[in-house]
């Protein structure tokens, strides 16, 4: 018998001994799912599962079947029948719990009644995937878009903003049967990676793993993180593509095991389906939605455990934190400042109030002028007429151009030129004007140093900027 029919059988008389196992140390009574999904079938019905009941330790599922077609679940030798309501044809099944398992439906919307298998999985009471014996979790400071659980053999589940689940399986290791379909597997050794998302680079760099990068999606001529640029220029990276368009059959080549993606991929996700469909499991880096900047950085954490170099990553972000967590017993400046870029149809771009450089902004002791963006979100870059602009920022302290957007300037007189009105704002006259450095957003891996600068800024100490530089 082959394997997968051996496990599927196994876990089918699991689940018919239900009645005479316990299955579930939950106490008794109804519960909704942490968690369904379900694969199998054409996609034309969905099954969802709306409650489970657990009893003298045994487990219970109410499924429900979008269609009406369906007269019988079959589960190992037992056949249960159907209720139909509103919702479809609804069934009572004895299940398990944090494991996949199979069913067999019938149903008589073919000429003749057909048996179609279905994998289902229930997650519930925070139950170990697949049987994997939990051993701790990893300690975060900051970051709130992702959390890491540690399993017994050196297994971890990466949970992506309750968005996304990858369980890393150790090298020389399988992933456990049973996994929820809904989980991502990624293989280690990962050293063939597809690095889409530009602000994962730095950190990769910085824990000295980036020879496990093999692909970018970013041309040589649009790196600023210098490991990267000769990496290219030496040809052990390679251009694969930008992320919407990405090199399919180099990515084969060369044995891609891993993309890595930012949040771009969501606008083209059927990019994201064909490199899945190549068995290359897709990682999408969601650290720009964390709204503190130390939470953007506490993401290098997961990049060491990707690339086996958690002591590193470890140390790298403690010494980020330690001298910014310095300036919490300091005395804020109640200095005003405001960030922002101009375009060429005359409105300018600005931080929302809730964004990482906002939080930056307030960690080095200032005050960010726009703290009021009305229905505007308030994480990410907002765009405002000049008007507004004038009235908000003509009196900050400073004003800081935000290079990474537009081009780079050298002098006040450049930016004026840009836009005239800019002629009568305080820190114009007071020469306060300061500019980004571009490779600001490709380097991630020094968040603590950015800060510091703009603690320099405020300070009036301008020497030994890394990412900040005074207008002439």
């Known amino acids: 018998m082959k394997k997968t029919a051996l496990v599927l059988l196994i876990s089918a008389l699991l689940v018919s001994a239900g009645a005479r196992f316990a299955l579930c140390e939950l106490p008794d009574g109804a519960y909704v799912p942490d968690e369904f999904s379900f694969a199998g079938g054409t996609g034309r019905v969905t099954i969802t599962c709306p409650q489970v009941t657990v009893k003298d330790g045994n487990v219970t599922a109410k499924i429900v079947f979008s ?67 939990r051993t701790g979790s990893m300690a975060l400071q900051y970051a709130e878009g992702f959390h890491v659980e540690y399993y017994a053999g050196g297994y971890a589940l990466i949970d992506v903003g309750n968005l996304e689940s990858y ?17 991502v597997v990624l293989q280690k050794p990962l050293d063939r990676i597809y690095l889409a998302a530009t602000s994962a680079m730095s950190l990769i760099e910085t824990v000295g793993a980036l020879e496990r990068v093999r692909l970018s999606g970013t041309q040589q001529d649009g790196w600023y993180v210098q490991g990267a640029i000769d990496a290219m220029k030496n040809g052990d990276i390679l251009f694969a593509g930008r992320y919407s368009s990405p090199d399919y059959e180099l990515l084969l080549r060369e044995n891609c095991d891993l993309a890595v993606e930012s949040m771009m991929i969501l606008h083209t996700p059927q990019v994201r389906e064909l490199i899945q469909l190549l068995g290359i499991p897709v990682f999408i880096d969601r650290s720009s939605s964390e709204p503190h900047p130390l939470g953007r950085l506490e993401w290098i954490k997961l990049y060491g455990l990707l690339t086996d170099s958690e002591a590193e990553a470890e140390e790298i972000f403690a010494a980020q934190i330690s001298a910014v967590e310095q300036l919490r017993e300091t005395q804020g400046s109640g200095k005003t400042v405001a960030f922002f870029s101009l375009k060429p149809d005359g409105t300018v771009t600005v931080r929302g109030s809730e964004d990482y450089i906002v939080r930056s902004i307030e960690l080095a002791g200032g005050r960010y002028v726009f703290d009021a963006l009305s229905g505007q979100e308030t994480n990410a870059s907002v765009s405002i007429s000049m008007e507004d602009f004038y009235l908000q920022a003509m009196d900050a302290d400073y004003l800081v151009y935000n290079a990474a957007i537009e081009a780079q300037i050298t002098d006040i007189n450049e930016l004026v030129s840009l836009q005239p009105l800019l002629g009568d704002f305080k820190a114009v006259r007071d020469g306060s004007v300061f500019c980004t450095e571009r490779s600001l957003y490709q380097s991630s891996d020094s968040i603590g140093t950015f800060i510091m600068d703009l603690r320099k800024m405020l300070s009036g100490e301008t020497g030994g900027m890394r990412f900040l530089y005074r207008l002439k």
Request: charge should be negative; aromatic fraction near 10%.
């Open 67 to 133: 269609s009406k077609n369906y007269t019988n679940v079959r589960i190992g030798e037992d056949s249960y029948a159907p209720e139909y309501t509103e919702e479809g044809a609804v069934f009572t099944v004895p299940a398990v719990l944090n494991r996949a398992f199979p069913i067999y439906a019938t149903t008589a919307a073919m000429s003749s009644p057909h048996e179609i298998e279905y994998s289902l999985y229930i997650a519930l009471g925070g139950g170990a995937p697949a049987g994997l014996v």
């Open 167 to 183: 369980l890393v399986v150790p090298e020389g290791m399988e992933a456990p049967e049973g996994l929820s379909p809904s989980v």
